[in-house]
T-cell receptor
């Protein structure tokens, strides 16, 4: 079993749609969690950190369920420039080990 | 402007040659990392360093070497021992505490023929 797994995708949604991505992690010792977005042939960029209480940033909402070892990202009112690959990242807290999921590709269509 | 720089953006080498990729950060971050990304694949950790003069192997360190003589710099050498060196190489840094996120440089695309 992979340490961090994500929805395989790709997700093709119309502009204005709401889309949710799921991520599961296998190591219960995980301490911090993040969502990154990566545009084609570019570096990953931090979208948001994920806190235990859940957090929201504009159209983006992240949730963490430690009991189920599950993280989610909800994007409301999708825009064309939301098209990217979304990476789930987990830090286990030792050796500065950030573990990246394989990513879920989103295409927002006009 | 604070950030991470990588150079060059594109690099072409002949098989059998060693090549060194540059990574510099002025964020005063303690930890630095090198990842490799192949087309359509996720990021894989090559090496990381938590402090100056110390570094650890990641999941795919074979055929690579690093040094960390200065806090700001973490160069990666791709040696001729690396079987499939053509890839997108990404450098990142973080504060060094587990709560803090990583920031990435723009990457170097290495093509070896």
């Amino acid at each position: 079993r992979k340490e961090v797994e994500q929805d395989p995708g790709p997700f093709n949604v119309p502009e204005g749609a709401t889309v949710a991505f799921n991520c599961t992690y296998s190591n219960s010792a995980s301490q911090s969690f993040f969502w990154y977005r990566q545009d084609c042939r570019k570096e990953p960029k931090l979208l948001m950190s994920v806190y235990s209480s859940g957090n929201e940033d504009g159209r983006f909402t992240a949730q963490l369920n430690r009991a189920s070892q599950y993280i989610s990202l909800l994007i409301r009112d999708s825009k064309l420039n939301d098209s990217a690959t979304y990476l789930c990242v987990v830090n286990y807290g030792y050796g500065q080990n950030f573990v990246f999921g394989p990513g879920t590709r989103l295409s927002v269509l006009p | 402007d604070g950030g991470i720089t990588q150079s060059p953006k594109y690099l072409f080498r002949k098989e059998g040659q060693n090549v060194t990729l540059s990574c510099e950060q002025n964020l005063n971050h303690d930890a630095m990392y090198w990842y490799r990304q192949d087309p359509g694949q996720g990021l894989r950790l090559i090496y990381y360093s938590q402090i100056v003069n110390d570094f650890q192997k990641g999941d795919i360190a074979e055929g690579y070497s690093v040094s960390r003589e200065k806090k700001e710099s973490f160069p990666l050498t791709v040696t001729s021992a690396q079987k499939n060196p053509t890839a997108f190489y990404l450098c990142a840094s973080s504060m060094g505490d587990t709560a803090y996120e990583q920031y990435f440089g723009p990457g170097t695309r290495l093509t070896v023929t």
